[in-house]
């Protein structure tokens, strides 16, 4: 059985950080991407950061860029989100979600196209206060 399980939401202060992690179990977890995707209530989920650990291919949303940090232990089949400066706009449930990735060149689209996802979490609240 596939699961994902995410871990490290709560709540920060502006500026401040939180590192989420997902961890993943019945697949194999080098022929998957994983990526963060978030969505808070009344908007559409959006992706936030992509990685595909077999080759370390990322992709990082605009609003990520330069804040946030995708990361992977293909020990633990684990991948990390590393938030800094965080914003209150960055108030969401963060999902992770997995798709098989297998030899094929690494996608954007994997992260800006949430509904191609094959497995989702249930999901960890982020909430940032100003």
Known sequence: EVQLVESGGGLAQAGGSLRLSCAASGFTFDDYAIGWFRQDPGKEREGVACIRSSDGN??????AKGRFTI????TKSTVYLQMNNLKPEDTAVYYCAAVDAGPVEFGAYWCTDWYVMDHWGKGT??????
Not at 58 to 63: F, I, L, M, P, Q
Not at 71 to 74: F, I, L, V
């Open 58 to 63: 990322t992709y990082y949303a605009d609003s």
């Open 71 to 74: 990361s992977s232990d293909r």
């Open 125 to 130: 609240l982020v909430t940032v206060s100003s």
